[in-house]
Nanobody
Framework: QVQLVESGGGLVQPGGSLRLSCAASGTIFSINAMGWYRQAPGKQRELVARITTDGNTNYADSVKGRFTISRDNAKKLVYLEMNSLEPEDTAVYYC???????????????WGEGTLVTVSS
């Protein structure tokens, strides 16, 4: 069993900052890419940022220069530092990880349950 648990969401004013965290736990042999996605009301889930095991990153154009993704491989954590937040960033933010539970297991994707970020004055 694998669990991803997000934390750090909340209400913030425009221009403010938040830091999201996602912790992976359970039976895990290895973790490949990890990422953050978001889903705003009435919209499809979209990629926000992604990071590989060796630290290569990619970002949605809408968050480049404002958001930073990082990870701690030893602690099985991934972070999303969000600065200069805008009302358009309001969404449920989900963590995703590509995980092998055992050495011979296939790589499978796992999702957290999400954390709500609301940007409003």
């Amino acid at each position: 069993q694998v669990q991803l648990v997000e934390s750090g969401g909340g209400l913030v004013q425009p221009g403010g900052s938040l830091r999201l965290s996602c912790a992976a736990s359970g039976t895990i042999f290895s973790i490949n890419a990890m990422g953050w996605y978001r889903q705003a009301p009435g919209k499809q889930r979209e990629l926000v940022a992604r990071i590989t095991t060796d630290g290569n990153t990619n970002y949605a154009d809408s968050v480049k220069g404002r958001f930073t993704i990082s990870r701690d491989n030893a602690k099985k954590l991934v972070y999303l530092e969000m600065n200069s937040l805008e009302p358009e960033d309001t969404a449920v933010y989900y963590c995703k990880a590509m995980i092998k539970q055992f050495r011979t297991s296939p790589l499978s994707q796992y999702w957290g349950e999400g954390t709500l970020v609301t940007v409003s004055s």
